[in-house]
């Protein structure tokens, strides 16, 4: 059956998977680094992304493919489709003060109406408005704006400096509705933010729906592609009724939802998703390293950390921590630190502060369930995934502070598995 490839470009890494379309099954796959930083140039982007595609065994076997990304990260490419300046990425926060003026001048809640998100320094639009105020000059240039899974589309098209055919750029649903001047109820871009933002209009990618696709120069089909939190909800089957819990070093909470989601407290980001449904999602910042930094101290590793804290009875004795190491974004806590309370001398053991970092870690997700409950988003299960997914431990509580049924998928490239997805249905 014909085979198909699905990548994963994320801030770390490019990880590639050809996947057999008929059967679902992994056959090849290839992986490769990106540089570390908030500000990188999107040449290196492209060259993992060649790499990582040699090493699976190139395309010349593929009848189609997509690409899933990291969202948000700013692409700035001038009329001759070169890229302006290295493109500030979501972790990038220099334009912290970009998004309070857009507020300022907008209003939380409308921009929330408008756009289903209201701006932080995470979103594409923020980098613009910092873009137009701190570099006119490239502000001035800029022709078209891409996020990175559009523009590596864009050049394994065929198109770049040297095929300059800046209308050919496209993206999807789920990445539009990340960069804070699109409409996920509309489905149209808001032009008027996006020269509040930039200075003047530019050409933005074409908004591809979930059974669309396009093709690359030798004819193969090429999907979509998504936002990387949408990939991962496609490439794990979510559906209504289901939240994801992603674990990592930060952590996310995403549901599938049938309406559109506004927030205007901006707890939740309404983005959109790859199916043509939504994802309402709810960023943390203490994730998987609360973990790691409790059982540092502890000096132990994570299976006899996974041990300790099971030894504790649920609630630790009235051991609390309130895991904000490194401040928080939901809530919105920047200079937060983390508190351990309830200490007695009959609470204080290893085993308590070990079941107490994962209640607390897991209760910092929680909130983000009880957002999405507040909205009126149904929640039926909760799919845990991510490398803090991995720990006994945090399986076997998780449901109790969770309030729900928890599955564990097994561990995969579930950004790249849902590009793949895309890329197999191109074919039907």
Known sequence: MPLVLGVDSSTQSCKVVVVDSATGAVVRTGRA???????????????????AIAEAGSLDDIAAWSIGGQQHGLVALDAQGRVIRDALLWNDTRSAGAAADLIDEFGAAALAVRTGLVPVASFTITKLRWLRDNEPENAARVAAVALPHDWLTWRLRGFGPENPVLDELVTDRS?????????????????????????????????????????????????????????????????????VVSIGTSGTVFAVSREPVNDPG?????????SGLFLPL???????????????????????????????????????????????????????????????????TRENLARAAVEGMLRGLGAGLDALRALGIPLERALLIGGGAQSEAVRRIAPQVLGLPVEVPEPGEYVALGAAKQAAATLL
């Open 175 to 243: 990445d539009a509705s990340g960069t804070g001047y699109w409409n996920p109820a509309t489905g149209e871009y808001d032009r008027d933010l996006l020269v509040a933002a930039l200075g003047h209009d530019a050409i933005l990618p074409r908004v591809l729906s979930a059974d669309e696709w396009v093709a690359d120069a030798d004819g193969r089909r090429v999907g979509p592609g998504a936002g990387d939190n949408a990939g991962a909800a496609l490439g794990l089957g979510a559906e209504p009724g289901d939240v």
């Open 33 to 51: 680094a990106h540089p570390d930083g908030t500000s990188v140039d999107p040449e290196a982007w492209w060259s993992a992304l060649q790499d």
């Open 266 to 274: 901006g707890t939740i980001a309404g983005f959109a998703d790859a």
């Open 282 to 348: 709810i960023a943390t910042l203490n994730a998987a390293r609360v973990v790691d930094v409790t059982a540092a101290l502890l000096d132990v590793g994570h299976d006899e950390f996974s041990d300790l804290a099971l030894a504790a009875t649920p609630g630790a004795a009235g051991l609390t921590l309130l895991p904000y190491f490194e401040g928080e974004r939901t809530p919105n806590l920047p200079d937060a630190t983390a508190t351990l309370s309830g200490m007695t001398l009959a609470s204080t």
